[in-house]
């Protein structure tokens, strides 16, 4: 990964002071490189691990970084530095968007600053101004060294984020401060104020349902394909990250068909339902398989270490991940994920709109909770204006009804929570994911509902693909592993645990064995002791919010969560954790 920052102050003892802070605090991890450099009022600090991709270019008047695998063409070609201060002269009424997983910037002394990232917005892309002066960078928590931007809580950031577990129109937690929108490239110059140009929308309204479903699983296979042939290069073993889940498995398959080797990584137990389908996955394609029980004991510092560099960005549930960089060092630099593969096709029913708008988003809170948490008199009108704006933003993402709830989900909740892991584990390994691929985006945009629902094409694939893969246990978060085909006997073992779920639950071992309900428990050791760390700054936030609501949403850490799904029902409860951290930095 890269954690960078950007200053454009013509104030030079400013801006030095400024660069001198920074590059002592920008490594969020140890054994990170730093490197820097300027041009005129321009200078940029980064810290990468040592294996990261970056091209930098620079002269006496202009500069150029690429962090990441920027993919211009259609075929494997990587941009690098001097090829993107080509591709985004100031000339360009839109600089080109490019596939792959990275952020990049350009500047000019004459013409400004020019800056972007990958099609989803997954690599985030922060920045504030104030009169002649830029900051720019993959955290906003640099900025606050900088004395023309003290820290300040955004009342409007602080309700989009609780409401739709993302930042919410680009207004971050800090006042000032915006994060780049999905599909849009930053153009800023000392003599205008920033301006965000769309540079890459989600292809339109999905084809009917004209073709059969044996064409459509046909081309969703060839573009995965493709995709896999565009962003994994072939130089050497793969690093994978593989659960014993669809997405993953099915990327397997299409690294070992193409004859490449494989070292795949797996969080977990070795008695996960989770693990145990990764196992067989990775022994039945040959891979070096590395696992790895990510301690609990070490989750408050990875929640410091979100709410720190993250800033409730990308919610507050998988800060779990932190820990994954360590063992992604001992894969190759870069490693294929699957991250965000389902985002149209994983889910199992529609979305209910008007659910959506009041909050019900899966991991927002309701506005009907905010309207009691938040002080009246502190938050005046804001709430309601948020309301107004979330219904034109969720309109306005589609002319057809049935496509708004993913395409609003896919630029804020899914672009934050699943989205934004990849960042924290590039500081072990870099990601390669193939959602950030404009044909397969293509696809699962344009594709029929009906293809695509209940990862019915997914499983197609894997049947048709790789039957090898497709009869082996099958992870699906829950304590059903049946495999997609399965023998009868299996189907026969599957019945009779169905019949017999009632009794055996009661003598199922203690120790939870499906992986994501153990890591997300809000009542499991790690997110307890969590909890216990951020109840020290409880009272920093009696100003912002009504203290007995809040006491009802988060319980004192010795406190059981009264919730039917300790997972679904606790998302809302760990941001306002993650905010109850943050403020210990910047609540007074």
Same mark, same amino acid.
């Given at each position: 990964?890269?954690?960078?920052?950007?200053?454009?102050?013509?104030?030079?003892?400013?801006?030095?002071?400024?660069?001198?802070?920074?590059?002592?605090?920008?490594?969020?991890?140890?054994?990170?490189?730093?490197?820097?450099?300027?041009?005129?009022?321009?200078?940029?600090?980064?810290?990468?691990?040592?294996?990261?991709?970056?091209?930098?270019?620079?002269?006496?008047?202009?500069?150029?970084?690429?962090?990441?695998?920027?993919?211009?063409?259609?075929?494997?070609?990587?941009?690098?530095?001097?090829?993107?201060?080509?591709?985004?002269?100031?000339?360009?009424?839109?600089?080109?968007?490019?596939?792959?997983?990275?952020?990049?910037?350009?500047?000019?002394?004459?013409?400004?600053?020019?800056?972007?990232?990958?099609?989803?917005?997954?690599?985030?892309?922060?920045?504030?101004?104030?009169?002649?002066?830029?900051?720019?960078?993959?955290?906003?928590?640099?900025?606050?060294?900088?004395?023309?931007?003290?820290?300040?809580?955004?009342?409007?950031?602080?309700?989009?984020?609780?409401?739709?577990?993302?930042?919410?129109?680009?207004?971050?937690?800090?006042?000032?401060?915006?994060?780049?929108?999905?599909?849009?490239?930053?153009?800023?110059?000392?003599?205008?104020?920033?301006?965000?140009?769309?540079?890459?929308?989600?292809?339109?309204?999905?084809?009917?349902?004209?073709?059969?479903?044996?064409?459509?699983?046909?081309?969703?296979?060839?573009?995965?394909?493709?995709?896999?042939?565009?962003?994994?290069?072939?130089?050497?073993?793969?690093?994978?990250?593989?659960?014993?889940?669809?997405?993953?498995?099915?990327?397997?398959?299409?690294?070992?068909?193409?004859?490449?080797?494989?070292?795949?990584?797996?969080?977990?137990?070795?008695?996960?339902?989770?693990?145990?389908?990764?196992?067989?996955? +990775?022994? =039945?394609? *040959?891979?070096?398989?590395?696992?790895?029980?990510?301690?609990?004991? /070490? &989750? #408050?510092?990875?929640? %410091?270490?979100?709410?720190?560099?993250?800033?409730?960005?990308?919610?507050?549930?998988?800060?779990?991940?932190?820990?994954?960089?360590?063992?992604?060092?001992?894969?190759?630099?870069?490693?294929?994920?699957?991250?965000?593969?389902?985002?149209?096709?994983?889910?199992?029913?529609?979305?209910?709109?008007?659910?959506?708008?009041?909050?019900?988003?899966?991991?927002?809170?309701?506005?009907?909770?905010?309207?009691?948490?938040?002080?009246?008199?502190?938050?005046?009108?804001?709430?309601?204006?948020?309301?107004?704006?979330?219904?034109?933003?969720?309109?306005?993402?589609?002319?057809?009804?049935?496509?708004?709830?993913?395409?609003?989900?896919?630029?804020?909740?899914?672009? +934050?929570? =699943?989205? *934004?892991?990849?960042?924290?584990?590039?500081?072990?390994?870099?990601? /390669? &994911? #193939?959602?950030?691929? %404009?044909?397969?985006?293509?696809?699962?945009?344009?594709?029929?509902?009906?293809?695509?629902?209940?990862?019915?094409?997914?499983?197609?694939?894997?049947?048709?693909?790789?039957?090898?893969?497709?009869?082996?246990?099958?992870?699906?978060?829950?304590?059903?592993?049946?495999?997609?085909?399965?023998?009868?006997?299996?189907?026969?073992?599957?019945?009779?645990?169905?019949?017999?779920?009632?009794?055996?639950?009661?003598?199922?071992?203690?120790?939870?064995?499906?992986?994501?309900?153990?890591?997300?428990?809000?009542?499991?050791?790690?997110?307890?002791?969590?909890?216990?760390?951020?109840?020290?700054?409880?009272?920093?936030?009696?100003?912002?919010?009504?203290?007995?609501?809040?006491?009802?949403?988060?319980?004192?850490?010795?406190?059981?969560?009264?919730?039917?799904?300790?997972?679904?029902?606790?998302?809302?409860?760990?941001?306002?954790?993650?905010?109850?951290?943050?403020?210990?930095?910047?609540?007074?």
């Amino acid at each position: 990964m890269a954690n960078f920052v950007v200053i454009v102050d013509p104030d030079a003892d400013r801006r030095r002071q400024f660069l001198q802070r920074v590059r002592e605090k920008i490594a969020p991890v140890d054994g990170l490189q730093i490197e820097s450099f300027g041009v005129g009022n321009f200078a940029v600090v980064w810290a990468t691990y040592d294996r990261a991709t970056v091209s930098s270019i620079w002269s006496t008047t202009s500069a150029a970084v690429i962090w990441g695998d920027a993919i211009p063409g259609p075929g494997p070609e990587r941009l690098d530095a001097a090829g993107l201060a080509d591709a985004w002269k100031p000339d360009k009424t839109v600089p080109p968007s490019f596939d792959g997983f990275y952020a990049a910037l350009r500047y000019d002394v004459h013409q400004g600053l020019t800056a972007g990232c990958d099609l989803l917005g997954f690599f985030p892309v922060y920045y504030a101004t104030s009169s002649d002066t830029l900051l720019l960078g993959a955290s906003p928590e640099l900025f606050t060294y900088h004395p023309a931007f003290p820290p300040k809580v955004s009342l409007e950031g602080l309700t989009g984020i609780l409401l739709t577990h993302a930042v919410f129109e680009g207004r971050a937690l800090l006042s000032g401060v915006r994060r780049l929108r999905q599909g849009h490239i930053l153009v800023w110059s000392a003599r205008s104020r920033p301006r965000e140009i769309v540079q890459y929308t989600l292809p339109a309204s999905p084809r009917a349902e004209a073709g059969s479903f044996e064409s459509d699983v046909d081309e969703l296979n060839s573009v995965l394909a493709d995709a896999i042939d565009r962003h994994v290069p072939r130089d050497g073993t793969q690093g994978l990250l593989l659960s014993g889940g669809r997405d993953s498995r099915l990327l397997a398959g299409y690294l070992h068909e193409r004859g490449d080797r494989m070292h795949a990584l797996t969080l977990g137990s070795s008695s996960d339902y989770e693990m145990i389908s990764a196992r067989a996955v +990775a022994g =039945a394609l *040959g891979c070096v398989h590395q696992t790895m029980e990510l301690d609990d004991a /070490i &989750l #408050p510092a990875n929640a %410091r270490l979100q709410a720190k560099w993250e800033h409730l960005g990308s919610g507050f549930s998988s800060v779990h991940m932190w820990g994954a960089i360590a063992p992604l060092r001992e894969l190759p630099s870069r490693f294929v994920s699957g991250y965000n593969m389902e985002s149209r096709s994983g889910e199992r029913k529609p979305f209910d709109g008007q659910g959506l708008l009041t909050g019900a988003m899966r991991r927002g809170i309701a506005i009907s909770q905010l309207d009691r948490l938040l002080r009246a008199e502190v938050f005046d009108g804001i709430v309601d204006e948020m309301r107004q704006r979330l219904s034109d933003v969720y309109n306005a993402s589609s002319e057809i009804e049935a496509e708004r709830p993913w395409r609003f989900l896919m630029a804020h909740d899914w672009r +934050a929570h =699943a989205g *934004g892991v990849p960042w924290k584990l590039s500081f072990g390994s870099w990601p /390669i &994911l #193939p959602i950030l691929d %404009r044909k397969v985006i293509a696809a699962i945009a344009t594709l029929p509902a009906s293809t695509l629902a209940n990862r019915r094409a997914q499983d197609a694939i894997l049947r048709q693909q790789f039957p090898a893969l497709a009869r082996l246990p099958l992870d699906r978060n829950s304590h059903d592993t049946l495999s997609l085909l399965p023998s009868s006997a299996e189907r026969a073992r599957h019945s009779i645990a169905r019949v017999m779920e009632p009794v055996t639950s009661r003598f199922r071992r203690r120790r939870e064995r499906r992986y994501y309900h153990r890591v997300y428990d809000i009542d499991g050791p790690g997110w307890r002791a969590v909890r216990q760390r951020a109840e020290r700054h409880r009272e920093r936030l009696a100003d912002l919010f009504n203290m007995d609501v809040l006491a009802e949403m988060v319980p004192p850490p010795d406190t059981r969560v009264d919730a039917a799904d300790k997972v679904r029902d606790s998302f809302g409860m760990k941001q306002l954790i993650g905010f109850m951290l943050w403020s210990g930095r910047h609540v007074s």
